[in-house]
């Protein structure tokens, strides 16, 4: 919550250069150009030094915000600043490269987050319902967030036989949710803001709802998901139907997981985006006098993605469990 509060403050305790200073000696110019091809700036300190050369009127090749928001291999840890990753390619196995990234750490991060919050409060209920007294304390707060999912979002939208997907689809909100709020930490970083991510949760959605719809229409109801053959049509028009639609309800089951991925990646992404532009307005105009209203910006829109964050986390939730009921209950 506090992240960019925090990286407004240290941006605005860097000294600020004048743009209207004298160039620096033509030797001087050189010996920074080829330092500068040597170094790239990363994270906030990159940001930083990028903006003071663009408050400078020099023409700035770092000055990429998508370079702060994509994957590498490097984190930052506090009080030790970036700490380097193993280079890629470095846990070849075969065609697959998995050397761990920075979004990779923080997957890791939410799989332990999880662990964390989920078996203790499990081990808690399972005792207070033997013992036959009420849950209490944060194991109650987790109990009644799963009760309600269950009873508010996904039983009324998957319907009968709802209750074995239950588990997959809290276990996808509590997982996007940790995710995104990671990423407004200081320090921090949102896996769900990479492609990469979004799009494994969108293919176990897809994965999931396909099955859900073999195990409770058959083979042949399952195949007329996808092969669309009008009965209550003219005979001639039959064939002419089908050959239309049959391409548009394949492509319709490709459609949702892309449109989850897409969805949640882009939501994610783009505040981020926005904040590091807002922030660096200040160093563009090189002046403190500018500096207020950017932090106040970004301070309202640092609440907003906490909301954004929540929001996300319930669509893709909700919308798993949509999709659930439609192919279940397809007739």
Partial sequence: MFASILISFAMLLTPVQDAHAPAAAPGAAAVQDEHAEHATPTGESGLVESAHALAEGEHSEEFDILHHVMDEHQIEVPFMGYVQLP????????????TPTKYVIFVWLIGLLMLVLFIPAGM???????????????HNAIEAMILFFRDKVIMPNVGHGGEKYVPFIIGLFA?????NLLGLLPYGGAATANISVTAGLALMAFVVVEAAGMRALGAVGYIRTMVYWNNDLPLLMRPVMFLIMTPVEILGKLTKPFALAIRLMANMTAGKIVIYAILGLIFVFGSY???????????????LKIVVAFLQAYVFALLTSVFIGLIMHAH
């Fill in 87 to 98: 280079p890629a390619h470095s846990w070849q196995v075969g065609p697959l490269d998995l």
């Fill in 124 to 138: 808690a209920a399972r005792r207070s319902h033997a013992a036959g007294a009420p849950p209490k304390g944060g």
């Fill in 175 to 179: 997982f996007i949710l940790i995710g």
């Fill in 289 to 303: 006098a500018v500096a207020v209203g950017p932090v106040a910006m970004v301070v309202a829109l640092t609440f």
